[in-house]
């Protein structure tokens, strides 16, 4: 719901879910909190935060990954960004096996490579192929696998929540 204030002050803005934004985010009212002001960006040591078309930081993983060190939620000024939500990123990598070229017969392991939690391995496939596998309970996100897949094959994605079953 937005408030009257922002209403009458055309600060109406539309939160894009699928945005990943920075460690440490509000996820329900970041669109509201944030002001914009870029701290956020010059305190990453990374340098992998940019901003969308409304101005607000996104991270771009297309130049590396986020060490999920939480110096843009400390560098925050509002409570957009939360030193003790960098723990719960949300984000996981996904990879989309049709465009792996290792899948594809070419010989890359390039994700496998560059990812520091050890998620991603490789499990020969006959043909000279090698299907990659990613650990979800390894995996934390940090993008550094899709920065490295020259084919695209890896993006960062919400996992759904798994609900036990209830029974009667």
Known sequence: MTSRRAFLSARILREDRNAIRPPGAAVSDFAELCTRCEDCAEACPEDVITFDDSGFPVLD?????????????????TPALLPELVAEWPWRAQIEAENCLSMNGVSCRLCQDNCEQDAIRFRLQLGGRAEPALDTEVCIGCGSCSAACPAGAIALHRPTPQHPEVTQ
């Open 61 to 77: 993983l297309s130049a590396g990954g986020c060490t999920l060190c939480g110096e843009c939620a400390g560098a925050c000024p």
